[in-house]
Structures are given as C-alpha cells and as structure tokens.
C-alpha cells in the first residue's frame, strides 16, 4: 500500500508563499491571453508564412524559451496548459512541438516529483493551497494510488501535474515513477495536444467568420 507521509499544517510563511503564487498565476493568465491575442493579430495561427517569419527571427532562442516556459508550467503551474501545449505545435510543427513539450514536460514532472519527495508535506500545501491539498492527498490513502497515478499519465485532461506531486510524497519508488511517468505521459501528451489544437483551429474559424 501506498500511504501518506503525515499530516502537514502550514505556517503562516507558507500560506503567504502559496498567495503570491496566486499571485503570478493571475500574472501568467493574463500574459497568456495577451500573446494568444497578439499571435492572432500577426497571423501566426493563421498564415504559415507569418509563422516561418516568426520563428526565423526567433532563432534557437525560441525553442530554448520555450522549452524553459514548459518546464516552469508543469513544476509550478503558473500559465494555462491547455494553451502552452498546443502552441508547441502550432509555434514549431507537430513532431518538434511535440518533442519540446514532452522534454519539458518529463523534466518538469521528475523535478516536481524529486521537490515533494525532497521537501515532503510543506512543499505540496504551498503549491496546491488548502483545498486542492484536501481534496487530492486522501488519494494517498487508497491501496491502489499507483492505479489511479497510471490511469492520470495515460488519460488526457487528468490532473498529471498534481499526480505527480503526490507521488513524489507517497511511497512509490523511483523506478515505478518514471516507468509509468515515461510510457504514459507521450500518451496522454499526443491526444491531449491534437484535440486542444483542434478546439484551437475551431476558435479561429469562428473568429474568422468561417463556419456557417
């Protein structure tokens, strides 16, 4: 069985910590919606020859921070995913989109994993807060968590950030975290991706007067 590491009540710095992460949440929402309308404007979820401008002037600068965006989304979810993922692959093609985001994303739940583990209780209270912190570590004490922590790498739209978390403070060993971690996250990546730039392209016909 999988159990849980204790209890943890916050002092009153974590709860301070876990407000200005609110904070810079708010902060990356608002950054977000800035440059997914900004990108609009230029057509680069439009016009192909906008885009091959766009990242020609980028550079290898481009990947980079990209790369470093991800990784910072999935150890402190500070943007929204289901606009970082996708423009992996609107930004740099689906295979290299792809492979950015599973870079980052592997990275930066290893890393998420390694700090719980590393930091325990204290570092899940301040990232999660005191409902989600409720309303997931009782996961902890069901036998079969290593199931349900499957089930969030392969299922897209799971929350696989927060698995990954609270595995890093449960008992599951290294070796069955990454194992789960490296077969399932592709999975979930792939399908999550394709229908978020689905729904991406479908917000851009309607805003471009092309459905009926």
Known sequence: MIGVKGMYTPTRGDQLTHQLLNVFGLIGIGLTIYLSVK?????????????E?????????????????QFLQTVIPI????????????VFGALNGFLLNLFAILVGSVTAFVLCRHYGRRFLWVLLGEDKYQRYVPLLDRPMFHRI???????????????????????????????ILFIGKPISLWLYTKFSVLAIEFIVQILQGGLV
Do not use: H, N, R
């Open 39 to 51: 990108a609009y404007q230029m057509g680069l979820l439009t016009d192909q020859q906008a885009m």
């Open 53 to 69: 401008d766009f990242l020609q002037s980028a550079g290898i600068y481009g990947p980079i921070i990209f790369v470093i965006i």
């Open 79 to 90: 943007m929204p995913g289901a606009l970082t993922i996708p423009a992996g692959e609107i």
């Open 149 to 179: 922590f499957t089930c969030g790498m392969i299922v897209p739209f799971a929350p696989a950030d927060i698995l990954c978390m609270l595995a890093g403070v449960s008992q599951m060993p290294w070796k069955q975290f990454l194992w």
